[in-house]
């Protein structure tokens, strides 16, 4: 039996996509937006083994097929094309070929494999993609590791968020430095299973294919599955991670020693950024963060947590900074789970509103400086058993609507 030696996990708040050693990126502005960059890269030195979880929309895009054809050659990636502006989804035979045509452009650019290209889009649905401009603009792509090309790739991949989004992590395995750094997109049509946007990390950790999809599995069921914005699911998003082995540690495996620490280390990247598309919800004011404990079963700890930050009466409630934790015990009350009322209690950040089945007395005054927190906490106990999960959404606001009523325009 290995040793399970524990490595201390730092987060960098700075941390990007080419923090891990051998990635370069960059974006750029082609034409796909009026004035906005809307073409970026990640490249690899070496080829890298790659994982994804994907959209289950039955819709899925022309760009998500083409990636999963090229991860089906053995899951190794070396880079992937991204444009935002214009999502190539619903695009028929002709957004199929631009996908392939994209994927070897991107290819033919860097002296790379094709079939260790990956590509994605995201934006509007339903518009043909401007090829001109993909092309025009791939030629401008000049990847590199410095800071400004880092957040030059994490603006180009972005629609209606307003601000970028990008973490990364740094740790000890085998002696070797390893780090994971990442990049998302997504502020609307967020509702992961999987999921509703777009996720780009790398790491410079050496682990097989099927290890490294293991591991993004695992962890993205309890960070991007378990945020929402508006219940809705897109047909483009997807995560992927891509680990070139540069690190020079040991191949990881479940029976490493230090498996472990490595999911650790992506699962904290991988809830870093899910939490920063929450609180970028399109109009939102403030992040919701819901913890369930004292479920039956994990199952309905996280659907219970993910039904109280995706109820409309619950987020409108928090944009008005009204404590009516009526609207908890409803969201609660159909997740689709027995619960038994006599034994839940409900906190609105350390202030107790229900207890047990019974209203708490509580400070109006208190409640309305919870709920204007830039984080609004809420915990329930559904006193039934031991699991435990967390939920990220965000408030409802009327800039939702302005945004989305007017989105093609």
């Known amino acids: 039996m290995q040793e399970v030696v524990e490595a201390s996990i730092k987060t960098d708040q700075n941390g990007s996509v080419v923090s891990p050693k051998g990635f370069k990126a960059d974006g750029v502005h082609c034409g796909l937006r009026y004035t906005k960059l809307d073409l970026g890269v990640i490249v690899s030195e070496v080829p890298a083994s790659a994982a994804a979880v994907y959209t289950q929309s039955c819709f899925q895009a022309a760009p998500l097929k083409v990636t999963q054809e090229s991860m089906a050659g053995g899951s ?6 991204i444009n935002s502006g214009n999502a190539n989804a619903c695009t ?10 994209m994927r070897r452009l991107c290819a033919e650019a860097f002296g790379l494999d094709e079939m260790q290209t990956a590509v994605s889009s995201t934006g509007v649905i339903g518009e043909p993609m401007n090829m001109e401009k993909i092309m025009e ?7 590199d590791r410095s800071e400004e090309h880092a957040r030059a790739f994490e603006t180009a991949i972005l629609t209606t968020d307003t601000c970028i989004k990008h973490t990364g992590v740094a740790f000890e395995i085998d002696g070797q430095e390893i780090r994971i750094g990442g990049a998302a997109k997504g502020s609307g049509m967020i509702h992961p299973n999987m999921g509703t946007m777009l996720g780009f990390l790398t790491s410079d950790a050496a682990i097989e294919p099927e290890y490294l999809q293991m591991a ?13 914005v508006d219940g809705e699911t897109s047909t483009n998003d997807m995560v992927l991670v891509m680990a070139n082995g540069l690190a020079g540690n040991e191949p990881l495996h479940p029976g490493h020693p230090q498996w472990n ?9 991988c809830k870093q950024l899910a939490m920063m598309i929450a609180r970028d919800g399109e109009g939102a004011t403030k992040l919701i963060e819901a913890k369930i404990s004292g479920a039956a079963t994990l199952e309905e700890a996280r659907t219970a947590a993910k039904k109280v930050v995706g109820s409309s009466l619950v987020k409108t409630a928090v944009y008005g900074e009204d404590a009516n934790w009526g609207r908890i015990i409803g969201a609660l009350g159909h997740s689709g ?27 109006e005054e208190e409640a309305a400086r919870c709920l204007q927190e830039s984080t609004v906490m809420i915990r329930a106990d559904l006193g039934s058993g031991d699991a435990e999960a967390v939920a990220w959404g965000c408030d409802l606001t009327y800039d939702y609507v302005k945004i989305n009523a007017s989105y093609r325009t």
């Open 76 to 81: 190794r990636i070396q880079a992937v094309l």
């Open 92 to 101: 028929g035979k002709q957004g199929l070929a631009n996908a392939y045509s």
């Open 137 to 143: 603009g791939i030629p401008l792509l000049k990847p």
């Open 216 to 228: 993004l599995k695992e962890v993205t069921d309890t960070t991007f599955n378990q945020i929402t």
């Open 261 to 269: 620490d490595f999911k650790e280390g992506l699962g904290e990247v």
């Open 337 to 363: 789970f027995s619960i038994c009322a006599e034994k839940v209690t409900i906190w609105l950040g350390d202030l107790c509103l229900f207890s047990r089945g019974e209203p708490n007395t509580f400070s």
